[in-house]
């Protein structure tokens, strides 16, 4: 359970939600007039392969140049015409030998650095070279003087003043120093690197942040993420604020042309600007999908202490190279990016042996879920959804009767149970079988799950008990910034714990050792150091379960399934549409249409397909969810 959206950090390798969601937000100064700076239009986009396979090459051997040694991995340019995660790649055009060769990323799935071409989307990817890897074997190790980070951005004579003198966050100066080397175009020493990354307009096709209103709006109505995202938006907004009133669209540009597109075309009217909203959050769109946190506090000729972005002690960092790898939720920790200040390099492994032209995958974090995948990368690993395809037409189609009321809690129909048993036995050992020490740990919950859904506390009330109340406050998990998870598991220990303080009776609290005069002292602004450390200490003795009741059991996991079944029902499709959706079948059911629903479009692109696939994870979390606590609602009856 989370304090608040804005304050734990995630222990992903890779930079991602939590991080964004940590950043703190500066209020912005009054602008004034600001003189506009000069920045050419945006070049046409046509043969974005061809261009892109060059751009790799220059890549290659600007790297080489810092003694970067690719290890026998080459880069290259990837034909996927269908899904990102999962999908055969029919050819590959090598980038280092102009040779081409095939491989299957069937088995794997990665898809986080794709461009798109007309009707075809194509896919940087690393190969493996004609000697293949063996399991363990470093795969990446790219040499400290290419990354970009806070400290590069500081020793910029122009980027460093500016945030001093504006007192920037990390966040909103590695903003401005990404946006101002892209600005630079060849006069900047990481040209090659940033000609790499994705046009503002690719990134609208391909990650959430980047789409519009309608569009979030559209496909992700009933979810929590069309929340999440939006409140990224507003950081973004923000830090534009913070950039502009900095000065930021006052900075000499040099007359170059830069290295892509500073604006996509619905934005020509801003194309003077260096800063807007648009174009910081692309910024945070490329940091949020391809920068690493590293721990560089012990390089032995730079060392930085780490910055205000990520985990305390690391460094957000692009990682020029290695962040054009390609994510596998197979992969281990040992193909999580990390820096060797023996060799100062950031390096990483690979988790399995790859074949001479095979795909080499990397992890962006351990136990990512979809949910963070598509908001931090705007895809998903669909392998997550393979036990799904045993199901034959006539069990989804009794399903589609009755929206699987029966698997999810709900009370209804209950004569398809016994169809239903047989066709599950190949989803639950998939979907529950994917090995015992994989724990899903996002929210410090130890049970293991590829589905997960954060909602608000506030969902679980109304909490209007002036004593559970100041517990909460006391404990710092305020009723109103406060968020939980759910699994298939069900809900996390903190949640239940959180559950038991809001609803515990005056005289359980009291067992425990919060009373009316603690709830006084802190309402009136008493002793907050001791008043906060007794509140911990009842929420220890809380958290056992032992100091409260039955009812309150039955109270607690009646509103957890309560609030899980109506976020259930607030989707526009159902579980099993999607599965339908997802695995390209037929409608099962004459009421039921694909051009019905909103769904419809989502083998146009990739994002509508991840945007379906992330929906539906949460939903077969609170099925689950909402399984489990039936469950243990019916336990409490049994004992009377």
């Not at 590959?92 to 989307?121: C, F, H, L, P, R």
């Not at 990016?337 to 399995?352: E, I, N, Q, V």
């Not at 906060?532 to 009646?558: H, N, P």
């Not at 379906?612 to 606590?629: H, N, R, T």
Request: proline share 6%; charged share 20%.
């Amino acid at each position: 359970m989370e304090q608040s959206p804005l304050s734990s950090l995630a222990s992903s390798p890779r930079f991602g939600l939590r991080q964004l969601r940590a950043i703190p937000v500066r209020k912005s100064k009054q602008s004034s007039a600001l003189k506009a700076v000069s920045v050419p239009e945006q070049a046409d986009s046509s043969g974005v392969v061809e261009d892109s396979a060059a751009c790799l090459t220059k890549l290659a051997d600007w790297l080489a140049g810092l003694g970067h040694d690719p290890l026998g991995i080459r880069l290259e340019i990837a034909a996927d015409g269908s899904s990102r995660s999962g999908s055969p790649v029919t050819s590959v055009s090598a980038v280092t030998s102009g040779a081409t060769v095939k491989y299957d990323a069937s088995v794997e799935s990665g898809a986080n650095n794709a461009v798109k071409s007309g009707a075809t989307v194509h896919r940087i990817g690393a190969v493996a070279g004609s000697k293949g890897v063996k399991q363990g074997e470093v795969t990446v190790a790219v040499p400290h003087a290419a990354m970009m980070n806070v400290q590069t951005a500081m020793e910029c004579p122009v980027i460093g003043p500016v945030s001093r003198a504006s007192k920037l966050t990390g966040w909103q100066t590695l903003l401005l120093h990404l946006l101002w080397e892209r600005a630079k175009g060849e006069g900047s020493f990481w040209e090659a690197y940033v000609a790499v990354l994705p046009y503002e307009h690719e990134m609208a096709q391909s990650h959430p942040l980047m789409c519009s209103d309608d569009w979030l709006s559209y496909w992700l109505q009933g979810s929590p993420l069309l929340q999440t995202i939006q409140s990224r938006c507003d950081m973004c907004r923000s830090d534009a604020a913070a950039l502009v009133a900095a000065g930021a669209n006052n900075l000499p540009l040099p007359h170059t042309a830069p290295t892509q597109p500073l604006v996509s075309e619905q934005q020509q009217q801003q194309q003077h600007h260096l800063v807007s909203e648009q174009s910081v959050r692309w910024a945070a769109s490329v940091l949020l999908s391809r920068a690493f946190a590293l721990d560089l506090s012990l390089d032995p000729v730079k060392p930085f202490p780490g910055d205000d972005i990520s985990t305390p002690g690391l460094t957000l960092c692009l990682v020029p190279w290695a962040d054009c790898l390609n994510h596998s939720s197979a992969a281990t920790v040992v193909s999580c990016l990390a820096y060797d200040p023996d060799s100062r390099t950031a390096r990483l492994g690979a988790h399995r042996a790859y074949a001479p032209g095979s795909e080499v995958f990397d992890s962006y974090g351990p136990w990512l879920s979809p949910r963070q995948l598509f908001l931090d990368h705007g895809f998903v690993d669909e392998v997550v959804f393979e036990g799904l395809r045993p199901l034959n037409e006539d069990a989804l189609s009794a399903a589609m009767g009755h929206e699987l009321v029966d698997r999810m809690g709900f009370q209804g129909a209950k004569e398809e149970e016994e169809e239903w048993e047989e066709e599950e036995e190949g989803w639950e050992e998939e979907e529950h079988g994917r090995g015992e020490e994989d724990e899903y740990c996002w929210t410090g919950h130890t049970e293991h799950s590829d589905h997960v859904i954060e909602l608000p506390a506030s969902i679980l009330g109304p909490f209007d008990n002036t004593l559970n109340t100041s517990l909460l406050e006391a404990a710092g998990l305020p009723i109103d910034s406060s968020h939980f998870s759910l699994t298939p598991a069900g809900p996390d220990d903190s949640i239940v714990a959180w559950l038991r303080a809001a609803l515990a009776s005056a005289a359980e609290l009291a067992a425990a050792g919060w009373r009316h005069v603690d709830a006084s002292d802190w309402l009136s602004g008493g002793p907050s150091w001791r008043l906060e450390q007794r509140a911990a200490t009842v929420m220890g003795r809380i958290a056992g379960g032992g100091a409260t009741g039955k009812d309150t059991e039955r109270e607690l996991y009646s509103r957890l399934a309560s609030a899980a079944r109506s976020q259930l029902q607030g989707y526009q499709t159902t579980i099993v549409e999607d599965i339908a959706l997802l695995f390209q079948r037929p409608a099962l059911d004459p009421a039921y249409s694909l051009q019905s629903s909103p769904a419809r479009e989502a083998d146009q692109r990739p994002i509508e397909r991840a945007a379906v696939a992330a929906l539906l994870s949460e939903k077969l979390a609170l099925s689950g969810a909402i399984q489990l606590m039936a469950s243990e609602l019916q336990a409490l009856e049994t004992q009377g």
